[in-house]
């Protein structure tokens, strides 16, 4: 039997490429910008390729369902070249953010079979050489559920993350891309700034360094360039909760200098960890079945916006 | 053979209980406030008491070294009690602030065979039943080398420590402080800042956290009132460092609103994260061997405090 490879991957980085090892080589080809990542994807038995053109016809000519990949910075190079050659595909994308990749789709006009998704994996190292078939194995996918979402594509793209071990959730980009600068990129800002702090310190300070400090700062071992194209693209989101942060801290701090307390922020700082804890255990004991949702039947993208505010995974039925 | 219990541990919690079981039942006895606590420690084989004059006297009799492992708000009871029945013990700490202790220790007229300790070991648990032999296995423990250090009591708590498994660096107290303000307390605020800025994210953001916010989030697990007795008490320390910390938040906050960049911070963060990564591979290598002292001859304390500046292991010769 010949299995027609049904998802086409542009980008075959840790996401991009983990997702192919996933799903494996008779269910996906792809492209990749540098020759370097295209071979090394080659020789581990994938169809990849540095023809674009090419790989979109193809795409095209199968209907196959187009993962964007790439970094933000790359994406509407590609976005271009997309609308030329294969500009009716059932279309995706694994980046962090989902208002400006939706932003960009509107703009080449492909926003009609398009729906954003973002598993909420990765490591601090890139690269095919990083990849990992496991990488999406009980993460949570994201799958968007914004206005005009097309059902086929959005049932697609779900049960594209269910292949690869994940668990499905949605939102809005836009209230995606609000939690994830929260749960995220503010983390990706504190890590800097604790990492930065404790080298201030010198050679004792880095020779005291325990756990604490270990995993307060290990997304800081992330590569630059690639912490600020996932934090950056998200601005107006995390400006604001960086400004409820360092209203926080300016609070914990007055009140250390002042009245040698660091105030509420400990006790609500541990009652919010502790309400993470118990979401994870809730999650790992699968409390609550996944919500089924018909997409395309009415009111399906309030049912899922409604699953995803609960933090409840989301699943197409059927 | 007979052993003489040569250690005598004040409050068998996670850092006292861990370093009788790291020790074994012949070379320890101990106090503790809690009868359940020493129960606990008795049920397990080990010598200790809710009895703390008696205690004491033991310890003054047998020449123990006296490991004071209650938390900072007990210690000046627990100082009162060894000025009353054993004035003249050699005398240690395993708290996470030096400066403080050392305050109480000189009031008490008790710092004449007095050497502050800090191992830099935990975990977000606490009490005897929290306990692990191998908890200092490979930890840095800080021996202090403040003016007027007894050179005996210094040797005898850096053997403890090496008995534990663990490693010794040195410094004086004022040093530690800065030091731990920068690798611990101020990476306490910020877990706790992260957690709670996540969970005002609702649980759509506590269902979308990943990796990154469950390391970053870790210690903010940890008991409220532990956390408060780890850092509070290093308030002038910890304040001078949050003040660069919220400098350099603010910078990145500015950046990122105005210029859509969130600046320097990210290289220099990883810069510090990678120093730090260094710093520890330099170390599990052993590329460089400990720092002999002679404890008390001319100098030892300089040699001690070179040797920690330089983020160097020590180890008392011969």
Known sequence: ???????????????????????????????????????????????????????????????????????????????????????????????SVKGPVLDAVRRRGLD?????????????????DATDPDLFRGATWLVAADDDADPDTWGRVARLALDCG????SATSADHDGAVARISHLGHVLAEALALAGSRGGDLALALAAGSFRDGTRVAGTAPDLVRAIC??????????LDECLVDLGAARASLAERGTLGPLVDDGNRARRA?????????GRE???????????????????????????????
Chains 1, 2 share one sequence.
Do not use: K
């Open 1 to 95: 039997m010949t299995v027609t490879a049904d998802v086409c991957v542009l980008g075959v980085g840790l996401i991009g490429g983990s997702l192919m090892r996933a799903l494996g080589p008779d269910r996906t080809f792809g492209w990749n910008r540098s020759a370097a990542g295209a071979g090394s994807a080659t020789a581990a038995g994938f169809d990849v390729t540095t023809d674009l053109p090419t790989t979109l016809r193809r795409a095209a000519e199968t209907d196959a369902l187009v993962v964007v990949g790439v970094p933000l910075p790359a994406l509407d190079a590609v976005l271009g070249a997309v609308a030329e050659h294969a500009p009716t595909v059932a279309l995706t994308d694994v980046i």
């Open 112 to 128: 009609g079979r398009f729906v954003g998704g973002h598993p909420m994996a990765g490591t601090a190292h890139s690269g095919w």
């Open 166 to 169: 994940a668990r499905v959730t």
């Open 232 to 241: 950056e693209p998200n601005r107006d989101a995390l400006v604001e909760v």
């Open 276 to 284: 993470y804890e118990d979401a994870q255990t809730d999650r790992a």
């Open 288 to 318: 609550s079945r996944p919500v089924e949702v018909r997409p395309g039947e009415a009111g399906w993208l309030e049912v899922l916006r409604e699953a995803g505010a609960a933090g409840r995974e989301v699943t197409p039925a059927g």
